[in-house]
């Protein structure tokens, strides 16, 4: 059974055994489990925002979008009567 860490510097899941780390190739240091703790969840937190953003983002060209569809409805209507 293979036991892992966390990279103090990247965050990710490597194995205990690895001196680097694969992902980002830094030197693995001793592990202090509240540092670990608190930098994965910083990571977590800005992946969230960096989430909410996209989403916020795409709703608003989704909505730049329908007002535009809109727009052009109404002119169509308009030009119709």
Same mark, same amino acid.
């Given at each position: ?6 990279c ?10 690895? !001196? ?9 240091v001793?592990?202090?489990? *509240? @540092?670990?703790?608190? =930098? ?15 989403? !916020? ?13 809109? *727009? @052009?409805?109404?002119? =169509? ?5």
């Amino acid at each position: 059974m293979n036991f892992v860490c966390v990279c103090r510097c990247c965050g990710r899941t490597i194995n205990q055994e690895f !001196l680097y780390c694969p992902w980002c190739g830094k030197e693995k240091v001793p592990e202090n489990d *509240d @540092y670990v703790f608190e =930098n994965v969840m910083r990571q977590l937190e800005e992946k969230q925002i960096d989430g909410r953003n996209r989403r !916020l983002i795409d709703i608003k060209n989704r909505l730049n979008d329908l007002e535009q569809d809109l *727009d @052009y409805l109404v002119l =169509n209507a308009e030009s119709h009567k």
